[in-house]
Nanobody, 111 residues
């Protein structure tokens, strides 16, 4: 049974930072590309960043230079370091691999 459990969300002021984590179980973590998505209220789910099994990364233009995706294969964990956060980054952030999704973690950027 595959499980993806996100954590690390919360309320942060504009300009602040958060680090999201996704703990994966039930899969051979090392062979899969991993992806972060987000969904803001009233909007469609949006791809944010992805990382291949050999740690090549890609980002949506709106987060380039501010967000960093990484993975720890030994711990089966995916991370998203988010810096210089903006109100428009407010969303539920989801971890995704193959056909599986986590439950999401809320990130709210507000003063």
């Amino acid at each position: 049974q595959v499980q993806l459990v996100e954590s690390g969300g919360g309320l942060v002021q504009p300009g602040g930072s958060l680090r999201l984590s996704c703990a994966a179980s039930g899969i051979i973590f090392t062979i899969y590309p991993m992806v972060w998505y987000r969904q803001a209220p009233g909007k469609q789910r949006e791809w944010v960043a992805s990382i291949t099994s050999d740690s090549r990364t890609n980002y949506v233009d709106s987060v380039k230079g501010r967000f960093t995706i990484s993975r720890d294969n030994a711990k089966s964990r995916l991370y998203l370091q988010m810096n210089s956060l903006k109100p428009e980054d407010t969303a539920v952030y989801y971890c995704h691999v193959a056909k599986w999704w986590g439950q999401g973690t809320q990130v709210t950027v507000s003063s």
